[in-house]
């Protein structure tokens, strides 16, 4: 750009050609903040801006969430109908209300075009196949494309296959099928979104199939196929993929580490790090996964000096680290690390409180918690959960229920299954096992788990509680009917009381079910001279 401003500076004369080309190249290179800057200079020539200028202005306003000023140039083609003609200058306003979130002014706007074109369509349907509450609003309008657009490009054929996924892998199914009829299925950008969008509902099976009658193939395609894989944890699938393609790139090798982490292979997934030339951040985060479940703080630190000597600042990938060292036995460590960061957001916050609760260190986690709401910094519900979890596990039962009401009133955080669960396991830790299962009993249906009536169950046979017990392990009946071990804590429940009629009627519904107690067993190692 630096050439480009020389030549522009020299030029004697500017017309609104020269004014545009330099004002899009700064758009295009990202520098938004210059872009407000030529563009008063240009109306302080007196000369009047085109559809064009308004286009790469409305540009730079998205880039960086400027809703005002994209209000303002919305306003100022309004007052001058001439541009309201523009279909390329409407387009672009569509685009900037959908890249600010703003679906509806999207939408007005786009009600606003007198002569529609493809990129206009384009431009509606990509805003409402972002969000999963226009499902009927995208069906509507793309019907009515259909109806009055001679032929559907790829990028309708993509906003298309990314709606379908939050509807389920039927709807999936029914945008391939709708895509080899238009015959869009060989280009390689469609064929990896209905990977990816049967990747995320579920469908490795779909995947697979489609991946092996594909023609070509590219390495997102690679990757997308992995990505599925990784989702099921199918490690043999994800390394036959991996060991086919030709080409490979950093979102390969990091797809390959998570997986191995996720599922214990740990070396493995050390095999593949090493392999990795210069690991990112992500790489790092999916090692330091390893490193967790090898409970190796040794590795944690070699891979906190790597990140020292990459100069990798990432605030992510810092929580990452905390939460390695916590999770790996080091607290001290972690609490270092949290104290020297220059830069502390929530997902430090949340991995430093969760490290204190998983250490026992209830009041330091409470403390912490309080400190984080002097920075303004507003908890979200995975700090929540960290908070009423250690909480639980140290038995603060009034700091537990202050934090789970203030939740909802105060830091608008609707409750969440696991603040449910974490509550009820709290109160009933602590022995009030009929304000437990009143908690249980105020869940939301749609939230009700086998975790919530399988903690209240083990504390009523912790405090001999036969009542409740059983009101428990009647919701658990009904929803793990199969899990002997539920049947089996009733029983000792009735035991423990003498309620040997209870114990008689339990082992009668275990029989009915045909449920039989594993015997038990012992081991011995034998060692030969």
Not at 448 to 453: F, G, K, M, S, Y
């Amino acid at each position: 750009m630096r050439v480009v401003e020389s030549i522009f500076r020299s030029m004697n004369s500017r017309d609104i050609v020269t004014w545009n080309t330099i004002i899009a190249g700064y758009v295009m290179n990202g520098c938004n903040s210059r872009v407000l800057g030529l563009f008063r200079r240009l109306l302080s020539t007196g000369m009047t801006p085109d559809s064009v200028s308004f286009i790469s202005l409305l540009t730079a306003c998205a880039q960086v969430g400027d809703v005002k000023g994209g209000m303002a140039v919305h306003g100022y083609i309004y007052r001058h109908p001439v541009l309201c003609q523009e279909t390329p200058l409407m387009n672009a306003l569509i685009s900037f209300y959908n890249q600010c979130d703003r679906f509806d002014d999207a939408l007005h706007s786009f009600a606003d075009i007198l002569d529609k074109d493809s990129v206009s369509w384009n431009a509606i349907l990509s805003g409402c196949a972002n969000r999963k509450e226009h499902i009927e609003e995208f069906a509507k309008l793309f019907c009515e494309m259909c109806r009055k657009v001679t032929r559907c490009d790829s990028v309708t054929i993509l906003n298309f296959i990314r709606m379908s996924t939050f509807c389920g892998a039927k709807r999936v199914r029914e945008a391939h099928g709708y895509t080899l009829r238009v015959g869009y299925i060989g280009e390689i950008s469609v064929a990896n979104a209905i990977l990816d969008a049967y990747a995320k509902c579920g469908q490795p099976q779909d995947a697979d199939t489609l991946f092996r009658n594909l023609a070509g193939r590219n390495i997102v395609t690679g990757n997308t196929m992995i990505s599925c894989y990784l989702k099921n944890n199918s490690v043999e699938q994800a390394e036959r993929i991996f060991n086919q393609m030709p080409e490979k790139d950093r979102t390969t090798w990091n797809l390959m580490i998570q997986l191995y982490a996720r599922n214990n292979m740990s070396d493995q997934a050390f095999c593949l790090f090493h392999q990795l030339q210069c690991p990112d951040t992500v790489g790092i985060t999916n090692i330091l996964l390893a490193c967790i479940h090898l409970s190796s703080v040794q590795l944690v630190k070699q891979c906190h000096g790597y990140m020292l000597r990459a100069s990798l600042e990432d605030i992510h990938l810092e929580g990452a680290l905390l939460d390695a060292y916590s999770k790996c036995g080091n607290i001290t460590n972690a609490y270092n690390l949290f104290r020297l960061g220059p830069n502390k957001d929530l997902v430090i916050f949340t991995a430093m409180i969760g490290g204190y609760a998983m250490h026992g260190m209830a009041e330091e986690a409470v403390e912490l918690f309080y400190e984080m709401l002097t920075l303004d910094i507003k908890p979200d519900h995975v700090a929540l959960t960290a908070l009423l979890s250690a909480c639980s596990h140290a038995g603060l039962v009034d700091a537990g229920i202050k934090v789970f009401k203030c939740a909802r009133d105060i830091y608008r955080v609707e409750p969440t299954a696991e603040h449910y669960t974490c509550m009820v396991d709290l109160l009933a830790r602590s022995g009030r096992l009929q304000d437990a299962y009143s908690f249980a009993l105020d869940m939301p249906p749609h939230m009700a788990n086998a975790n919530v009536w399988s903690s209240l169950l083990g504390a009523c046979k912790v405090h001999g509680e036969v009542g409740i017990g059983q009101l428990a392990a009647d919701h658990l009946f009904s929803m793990e009917a199969g899990d002997i071990g539920n049947y089996v804590i009733v029983s000792n429940i009735y035991a423990a009381d003498e309620k040997w009629d209870g114990v008689e009627h339990v082992r009668k519904l275990m029989k009915s079910k045909d449920m039989k107690k594993p015997a038990g067993c012992s081991q011995a190692l034998v060692y030969s001279q």
